[in-house]
C-alpha cells in the first residue's frame, strides 16, 4: 500500500481525492486521488466504512494553521471523522493531520458536503495534501486566495462561465445548455459542486470519459471537468492514450445509447428514443426522418427511395431555444429532397454523409425545398452528418446531425460512430415496424371476423365487448354474434375455439359462419349444436370449441338456450335486480362427438339482462373458477346508466384480476320483450276469397295502431303474399301476423317447406311479379323453414311518431 509520488500543481489548483459515502457510512466511491492520497486501492475500500479509510480526526491548531492558507479551517464545522459519522446535515471542511502507523503524517485539507437524492448516496467527501501546493502560492499577484476550495475559488468572478456552460455539453452526458447553465451557477456563485444522478447518466464525479482527440482542446476539457466535479489536472497524456481514451468514449456512449433506445415496441416511442439519445452529447440537433410506409405500418418499402419518395420527419431533438425549429420545420411534416441534396446522397448510397460545413451555397440549395421559410440562419456555418436508418439492406429513414458553430466538427472518427449508431437504431425501429405492422394485420383480421352486433333489433337491445388475451397475440378464437330470426325473434351466441393465434381464428371464422347458416335454417339449439358438432368432427380433429346458443322470443317472453361445455350464462331479474347464474346441460365442447345436447326452456321478463362471456373474463390461472362466476353476478346486477356502462362495469370487476392470458369475448342482452297490444294475428282459410279478407284486417289494425301512412304498402304486400301462400302451399291453413315495435313486422305462415323464389317475368307473363314488389317496397324480407311448414316476411319502416314509446319497464336498473 503505497502512495503515489506528489504531483505538484499550479498555484491555486491541486489534485483532489474524490470519495462518496453512503447512508449507512460505507464508501461507495472511490477514486484515483483517493488512492493516491490514502493509499487503498478502490477494490480495498469500495463497501467499508469511510471513517476506517480516512483516518483524520480533529482539525489544526490555530498555531499549526496559520501557514499562509486563509483562516483556520477548523472554525468551519466538526472533523472530518464526526462529519463521516452522519453528525453534520450542512457542507463543512477542514484541515488535519493524517497520520497512521509506518507513514509520515500527512497535512490534509478536506470538504464534506451532504447529498439527498433518491440514491443511496449521501456525503461527497473531497480532501487534497495541502503540502502539494508550491510555498508561493500564497503570495501570487492577486493577494492570495481568501480560502483553498475544490475547484474553483470563493468570491472571485469567473470571467470564462458562459463558455463553460457552453462547453459543458461536450464533456457531460445528456447535457443542454441551459441545465449547463444552471450547474455552472450553482458552482461559481454558491461554491460548491454538482453531484446529479439519473437513470442513464454516469455521474459527473470522475469524468474520465471526455478525452478529446485534438491535444489543443485538452486543457480546455479538464478544466471543465476539474470545475464541476473537483476532478484534479493531470499532466498531459502521450498521444497513444488519447486516442485509446477516445475510442473508449465512443464504445461507452454507444453502448449507453443502445440502452436508452428498444425500450419498447411501440414505433412512436422508439422515434422520440432514438433521436432523444443523441442529443446533446454527440450532437446540438437531430432530426429524424421515415419512409411513408414504415409510418403507415405497412410492410417492407419496396424498391430503393428515389426522388419522389416522400419522407415524414418524425422527431425534431435540440439543444437551441424553445420553438426556435418548431415553426421553420415542423414535426410531421412529409417532404421529398431532390438529387443535389446530401439526404439523397444518403438514402439512395445507404452510407453516412459528412459535411464538415456547411456553406453559404449549400445552406441555400437546402433552404430551396422550405417554401416560403429561411432556415439558412438554422443550418449555416453548422457541420452536419446525415446517417442511415437501415434494416436488412432496405433504407426505412435518416436522421440529420448538426452541430453549433463554436463545438468541435464531425470528423471521420463521428462518420463511424453516427454509422454504428445509426445501424443500431435502424434495426430497433425496424422491430417496431414489424410489430406494428403485424398488430394492423392482427387488428384487421379479428375485426374482420367479430360482427357488427345491432344494437338494438325488435324486442332486444345488445352490447358488446372484445378483449385479446395479450398485446404480442391480439388473434383469438372468441367470438359473440346475433342473428334474426323469424317470428321478431333473436339468436344469441358467444364461443370460444381452444387455443390462440391465426389458426383459431381461422377456426372461428368457419364456425361463426357456420352457426350463421345453420340459425337462418330456424333449427332448435341443441338441433343446432349437434350440427356444429358434426361439422367440426369433418374438418379435423383439432377443431374443439365450446359455445352457447340461446333464441329469445319477445312475444312469448321465452329462451330456449343449449350449452356445449361453455361458461354458463348469468339472467338479471328487472323486478328486484336479482342475477342468478343459469343452470344449464354443460354438454360437450364442439368437436367431441357422442354427447348429446339438450334445450333448455327459461321464462323471461321485459328488461331482464342476460350475460354471456367466454372463460377468459372469469378464469385466472391460479384460481377457483367459481369466484369469478360469483363476481360476474355481483357486476352484472349492478344498476347502470345504459348497456356499456354495464358492460364496462363487468369488465373493471374481472379485468383488474393478475394474470389473465385469454381473449375475452362479451355479450350482454336486455330482453325488452313486445307488448300484447302490439302484436295481431289471425287464421286464414286456404281460399282465394280470404286475399280481401287479409287487406281489410291489415287496414282495420293499422289505423287502430295510428299507422295509416304506410297502410296503403302493407296492404298491397300483404295481398301479394297470402296470393302466393294460398295459390302455392297447397294447405288447409295460412296464418297472418302483424307486430309493431320499431318497425312494422308482417309474417305470413303456411304449411309447404318450399321457399318461395324471385322470379324474372317478361312482359307476356301474368304471374311472377308478387315478390319483386315486394322486394321493392319492402324496407327487408325473407323466409325460412320451420318444423311445421315455413315463414315469409317483410318489414316496413315507420315514421318516427307512429313508433311505440319506450317504456320504463325498458330502462336500465
Keep these: ?28 466511491h472511490w477514486s484515483t486521488g483517493a488512492r493516491r492520497l490514502f493509499g487503498r486501492s478502490r477494490q480495498e475500500a469500495v463497501g467499508q466504512p469511510a471513517v476506517e479509510l480516512m483516518p483524520v480526526s480533529g482539525a489544526l491548531g490555530e ?15 466538526p472533523g472530518l471523522d464526526a462529519t463521516l459519522n452522519g453528525l453534520t446535515a450542512y457542507p463543512a471542511a477542514g484541515r488535519a493531520r493524517l497520520s497512521e502507523p509506518g507513514h509520515a503524517r500527512l497535512d490534509v485539507l478536506w470538504w464534506a458536503y451532504p447529498l439527498v437524492g433518491p440514491g443511496p448516496e449521501r456525503l461527497l467527501v473531497l480532501a487534497a495534501d495541502a503540502s502539494e501546493l508550491r510555498a508561493d502560492s500564497a503570495d501570487s499577484a492577486d493577494g492570495g486566495m481568501e480560502r483553498i476550495a475544490p475547484g474553483f475559488a470563493l468570491h472571485t468572478e469567473f470571467l470564462g462561465s458562459e463558455e463553460l456552460a457552453g ?33 442513464h447518466d454516469r455521474v459527473p464525479v470522475t469524468p474520465d470519459w471526455g478525452v478529446p482527440q485534438r491535444t489543443g482542446d485538452t486543457g480546455r476539457r479538464q478544466r471543465s471537468a476539474a470545475v464541476v466535479a473537483g476532478q484534479p489536472v493531470a499532466p498531459a497524456d502521450p498521444e497513444q492514450d488519447l486516442e485509446y481514451a477516445a475510442v473508449r468514449e465512443r464504445l461507452e456512449f454507444l453502448n449507453e445509447v443502445s440502452g436508452r433506445i428498444g425500450s419498447s415496441l411501440d414505433l412512436a416511442r422508439t422515434i422520440h428514443e432514438v433521436s432523444a439519445a443523441v442529443v446533446p452529447r ?16 405497412e410492410g417492407f418499402p419496396d424498391g430503393p427511395p428515389d426522388e419522389t419518395t416522400m419522407w415524414h420527419r418524425v422527431a425534431l431533438e435540440h439543444v437551441d431555444a424553445p420553438g426556435r425549429w418548431d415553426d421553420v420545420v415542423p414535426v410531421g411534416e412529409s417532404m421529398p429532397f431532390p438529387s443535389h441534396t446530401p439526404f439523397f446522397q444518403c438514402m439512395t448510397s445507404g452510407e453516412p454523409v459528412l459535411v464538415p460545413r456547411i456553406s453559404e451555397q449549400m445552406g441555400t440549395a437546402i433552404a430551396s425545398q422550405f417554401e416560403k421559410r429561411d432556415i439558412r440562419p438554422l443550418i449555416s456555418g453548422r457541420s452536419m452528418l446525415v446517417v442511415p436508418l437501415k434494416a436488412r439492406n432496405v433504407v426505412l429513414g435518416f436522421m440529420i446531425l448538426l452541430r453549433h458553430p463554436g463545438r468541435a466538427l464531425f470528423n471521420d472518427m463521428d462518420r463511424f460512430t453516427g454509422a454504428e449508431l445509426a445501424a443500431r437504431a435502424g434495426l430497433v425501429l425496424d422491430n417496431a415496424r414489424m410489430y406494428t405492422y403485424q398488430e394492423n394485420v392482427a387488428d384487421t383480421l379479428q375485426d374482420s371476423m367479430l360482427p357488427q352486433v345491432t344494437p338494438r333489433m325488435t324486442g332486444c337491445d345488445t352490447a358488446t365487448r372484445y378483449l385479446p388475451g395479450t398485446l404480442l397475440g391480439r388473434v383469438g378464437g372468441d367470438w359473440f354474434d346475433s342473428v334474426k330470426l323469424p317470428g321478431s325473434r333473436i339468436a344469441l351466441v358467444v364461443g370460444d375455439v381452444m387455443g390462440h393465434g391465426l389458426n383459431s381464428a381461422a377456426m372461428m371464422g368457419q364456425l361463426r359462419t357456420a352457426v350463421q347458416t345453420m340459425a337462418a335454417l330456424d333449427l332448435p339449439p341443441a338441433q343446432l349444436l349437434r350440427n356444429l358438432d358434426d361439422l367440426a368432427q369433418r374438418l379435423g380433429e383439432h ?14 317472453g321465452e329462451l330456449l338456450m343449449a350449452n356445449a361445455g361453455h361458461v354458463p350464462p348469468v339472467l338479471v331479474r328487472a323486478a328486484d335486480g336479482r342475477s342468478e347464474l343459469l343452470e344449464l346441460p354443460s354438454g360437450a365442447p364442439i368437436g367431441v362427438g ?30 377457483d373458477i367459481g369466484v369469478g362466476l360469483a363476481t360476474l353476478c355481483e357486476s352484472a346486477a349492478h344498476p347502470a346508466a345504459s348497456m356499456d356502462d354495464a358492460c364496462d362495469t363487468i369488465i373493471r370487476a374481472l379485468n383488474t384480476r393478475g394474470g389473465r392470458k385469454d381473449d375475452v369475448a362479451l355479450l350482454m342482452a336486455r330482453l325488452n320483450g313486445i307488448a300484447t297490444e302490439d302484436v295481431a294475428r289471425w287464421e286464414l282459410a286456404s281460399e282465394p276469397q280470404e286475399v280481401g279478407r287479409a287487406r281489410r284486417l291489415v287496414r282495420a289494425q293499422l289505423l287502430e295502431w295510428g299507422l295509416d301512412a304506410v297502410s296503403e304498402n302493407a296492404e298491397l304486400l300483404v295481398g301479394e303474399m297470402v296470393t302466393n301462400a294460398v295459390r302455392h302451399a297447397g294447405g288447409r291453413r295460412v296464418g297472418l301476423r302483424l307486430v309493431r315495435s320499431e318497425t312494422l313486422l308482417c309474417e305470413v305462415v303456411d304449411d309447404s317447406h318450399a321457399l318461395p323464389d324471385l322470379l324474372s317475368a317478361g312482359p307476356g307473363d301474368e304471374a311472377g311479379r308478387g315478390l319483386r314488389v315486394v322486394s321493392r317496397l319492402a324496407r327487408e324480407w325473407g323466409s325460412s323453414r320451420s318444423g311445421d311448414g315455413k315463414t315469409v316476411w317483410f318489414e316496413l319502416s315507420l315514421p318516427r311518431g307512429a313508433r311505440p314509446a319506450r317504456t320504463a319497464r325498458e330502462g336500465m336498473r
Excluded at 501557514?67 to 477548523?74: A, E, I, Q, T, V
Excluded at 348429446?596 to 384460481?623: N, Q, S
Design 1 to 28: 500500500m503505497e502512495r503515489d509520488t506528489p504531483q505538484y500543481a499550479v498555484a491555486g489548483r491541486i489534485p483532489l481525492a474524490v470519495v462518496v459515502v453512503d447512508g449507512q457510512g460505507l464508501v461507495s
Design 63 to 77: 498555531d499549526e494553521a496559520s501557514d499562509g492558507f486563509g483562516p483556520d479551517y477548523g472554525e468551519l464545522g
Design 167 to 199: 462547453r459543458l455539453p461536450e464533456i457531460l452526458p445528456s447535457m443542454s445548455v441551459g441545465e449547463s447553465r444552471r450547474i455552472v451557477s450553482q458552482v461559481l456563485e454558491l461554491g460548491y459542486p454538482v453531484l446529479e444522478f439519473s437513470q
Design 282 to 297: 454527440f450532437t446540438d440537433v437531430a432530426g429524424t426522418y421515415l419512409r411513408e410506409q414504415v409510418m403507415a405500418g
Design 543 to 556: 377443431y374443439l370449441a365450446t359455445c352457447l346458443y340461446a333464441v329469445y322470443d319477445p312475444v312469448r
Design 594 to 623: 357422442g354427447v348429446p345436447f339438450e334445450t333448455v326452456r327459461i321464462t323471461v321478463a321485459p328488461g331482464d339482462r342476460l350475460v354471456m362471456c367466454t372463460d377468459g373474463l372469469v378464469e385466472v390461472r391460479g384460481e
